[in-house]
Every structure is written in C-alpha cells, then in structure tokens.
C-alpha cells in the first residue's frame, strides 16, 4: 500500500494545479483520476511485490554445521508450537540412553518408581507412551533441563 502513496500524491498535486491555472473542477478530477491510475499501473509494473509467503521457506541447504543448526531451528519452530517429530525423538533416546546408564529401563515396569523419582511422573508418562504425542516448545524447554540436570548427576556421562 505504501508504494502507491507518490503515485497518489502526485496525481491529486496536479489536479489541484490544473484548477488552480483555471482549469474547472470536473476535468481537474479526471486529471487526478487518469494520472492516480497511470502511477498506480507503473507502479505495479515496474515494482514488484514482495514475498507473500509466510512464515519464509527455510534456507537452502549447504553441507557442515549450518545445515544442521538451521534444519534443528526450523523442526523447532514447527506450526502452532509444536515441536518437529525429530527433536521429540531425539530428546527420547538421549533420556533412554540416559536411564540405561544408571541400570534402568523405561519399558520395565518395576523402575517406574526409580525413574519417576528422578525424572517425575510426567516426563516418565511421556517416555514410556508409545504414541505420537505433540509437545510445545516450552515443555520440550522444560524436558531438556530436567535431562541435563539428569546428566550433571551421572558420573558416567563425563566420560
């Protein structure tokens, strides 16, 4: 819209030019009108528009460590907050691997209490479920942290 601001502005500054060197009011208006729409056409020509597409299409991918950082933001920043698939997996088999190290399993039903003591009742809910569930930024967030501090504790995962 504001690209055709000059165009307007030109167009209603020569009109009142034209009645003001004597020209009647009718055919100042057509004047307006005719060169309104001639800058408005010129500038829908000559100027492009933008992207309309959003959210932007992530950037095209390049070998190394970029690459990953942003293909990881954007399987963050999923629709409506979800979180991508890939990093609700991930985070699950670091969990697992993490629980494992300390001889526990999540499939087994006689470490709920052990793994529920460390992790809550929550977090072990989601581990243990087998089925596809969403997760919002904010508690993958939350999830990420009760595992590092998870780690932090474990003499085993410094090595």
């Given at each position: ?61 390049s ?9 990881l ?59 596809r ?8 967030l939350?999830?990420?942290?009760l595992?590092?501090s ?10």
């Amino acid at each position: 819209m504001t690209r055709y601001v000059a165009p307007i502005v030109i167009a209603l500054l020569a009109g009142a030019g034209c009645w003001f060197f004597g020209l009647a009011i009718v055919p100042s208006l057509v004047v307006v009108l005719v060169l309104a729409a001639v800058g408005i056409a010129l500038r829908t020509v000559i100027l492009p528009a933008g992207n309309i597409e959003w959210p932007p299409a992530p950037p095209a991918p390049s070998e190394g460590l970029r690459r990953e950082a942003s293909e990881l933001a954007w399987a963050i920043r999923g629709p409506r907050g979800i979180v991508d698939e890939r990093i609700i997996e991930r985070v699950r088999r670091i969990a697992v691997a993490s629980l494992n190290r300390r001889h526990l399993d999540v499939d087994n039903p006689r470490d709920r209490v052990r793994i529920e003591s460390l992790i809550g009742a929550q977090t072990y809910a989601f581990l243990s479920s087998r089925d596809r569930a969403s997760m919002t930024l904010p508690a993958l967030l939350s999830m990420l942290s009760l595992l590092e501090s998870l780690e932090k504790s474990d003499p085993a995962a410094r090595n």
